[in-house]
């Protein structure tokens, strides 16, 4: 993962001080922010830490479209957003998100013009690039196949010669990423994988389960039993933030975003955020 987008901006809601209020019973809208973020796609590219409501600087952090994790048309911008809004509320903080592509995202980060990027997975070239935070679940990698040809594996090599589907840029496991013997086929997003794997002209596709399992229920709901999973997956993948580490102040950000995750797993909100992410791939009503 990573995912190409366009630009918009969300801000959240107003800091919360960790003395009075704690993560699970934090405002609504530090928590969530605005119920429908999508607007006019205008975002100037950041240059300084973004200004809060109280006047201080709020935590400028990159994100791109990924639903059902964080879309800028989600509510409240997706579980992502979610979640670090109310970890960086019970720690005092504010958040505010720029939808870009992934590449602008990585780019300015580098700079350190946005103060993080995310999600993100946990890589060995991004821990170079980011200091990256506790992790928070995510979901499962898996292959996915037209249902009379998805296969049982025990080893990477019993998937060489097989047309892979991946998303150009996306990190997917240390072992799959490395595998130059299997023949991978990049595309722009998961819903073109998911196009030319139903018009056969890749044979599988590599894509997180509850990617596939939304996009399918939003776009394609009538070919939704044309796919079935490799088996096994390829792994659970947790995310996490990725801290600018061009930024004199990273390491300090990413100790307080730890202690809010820390916050908000220990009151049960994670979990409940996380779950009401898995209900949108059962939901979604198709042409939403």
Not at 22 to 40: L, R, Y
Not at 61 to 67: E, F
Not at 79 to 98: H, K, N, P
Not at 169 to 193: C, I, M, R, V, W
């Amino acid at each position: 993962m990573p995912a190409p987008g366009q630009d918009v901006s969300i801000s959240g809601g107003s800091a919360v001080s960790s003395e009075s209020a704690p993560a699970s019973t934090a405002p609504e809208s530090a928590i969530n922010g605005p119920a429908h973020p999508g607007g006019p796609r205008t975002t100037p590219a950041p240059a300084r830490p973004a200004k809060r409501s109280g006047g201080g600087s709020a935590v400028l952090i990159a994100t791109y479209d990924w639903p059902p994790y964080v879309e800028h048309n989600l509510p409240h911008g997706g579980y992502v957003a979610r979640v670090i809004r109310a970890a960086l509320a019970s720690v005092g903080l504010e958040a505010r998100f720029e939808f870009m592509p992934w590449a602008r995202g990585m780019s300015l980060l580098r700079d350190g013009k946005v103060t993080a990027v995310a999600p993100a997975y946990r890589t060995v070239d991004r821990e170079i690039e980011c200091d990256l935070s506790a992790p928070f679940p995510g979901g499962p990698l898996a292959l996915f196949g037209l249902t009379p040809n998805a296969l049982h594996w025990s080893d990477l090599r019993d998937l060489a010669g097989l047309r892979i589907g991946v998303v150009r840029g996306y990190a997917h496991t240390q072992d799959f990423d490395a595998a130059a013997f299997l023949s991978k086929e990049p595309a722009n997003d998961e819903l073109a994988n998911l196009r030319k794997l139903l018009a056969r002209r890749i044979d599988a596709m590599a894509a997180d389960r509850n990617v596939v399992h939304f996009l399918l229920r939003r776009h394609l709901p009538a070919q939704a039993a044309s796919l079935a999973e490799f088996d096994p997956i390829l792994g659970e993948r947790d995310l996490h933030v990725c801290f600018s580490r061009a930024r004199p102040d990273h390491a300090a950000l990413r100790e307080a975003f730890d202690r809010g995750l820390a916050t908000i797993r220990a009151s049960g909100l994670l979990d409940e955020l996380h779950r009401e992410m898995r209900r949108l791939t059962e939901e979604q009503p198709a042409g939403q």
